[in-house]
């Protein structure tokens, strides 16, 4: 919705989606919006998933020379210090 993040998503390679999101937005049309963000879209922005996978994308930032992998927990649902605590967990073990 942001015209700034809307332009630096679309020179990352997410047009279509970002496209598809404003329109879906100006029509009110929040389930639209929200089924035209992609998989792939989210995958490139955020590590999304359990332990294992959240350990599996930090070892690939260290595999690829990434000195000090900064993550930055999002907790959703009732217990949000567990999945903050899970998600800590998840990259210590990489």
């Known amino acids: 919705m942001v015209d700034s993040y809307a332009a630096n998503f679309r020179r ?4 279509d989606e970002v496209d598809a999101i404003r329109a879906a937005h100006a029509e009110r049309d929040r389930a639209g919006a929200l089924a035209a963000v992609s998989d792939r879209f989210i995958d490139a922005i955020d590590i999304v998933g359990d332990a294992a996978h959240v350990a599996a994308a930090v ?3 260290v595999g690829a020379g990434v000195d000090v992998p900064v993550v930055m927990p999002l907790p959703w649902g009732p217990d949000r210090w567990a999945v903050i605590d899970a998600t800590l967990r998840g990259a210590i073990g990489a």
């Open 12 to 15: 990352a390679g997410f047009a």
């Open 59 to 61: 070892a690939a930032y």
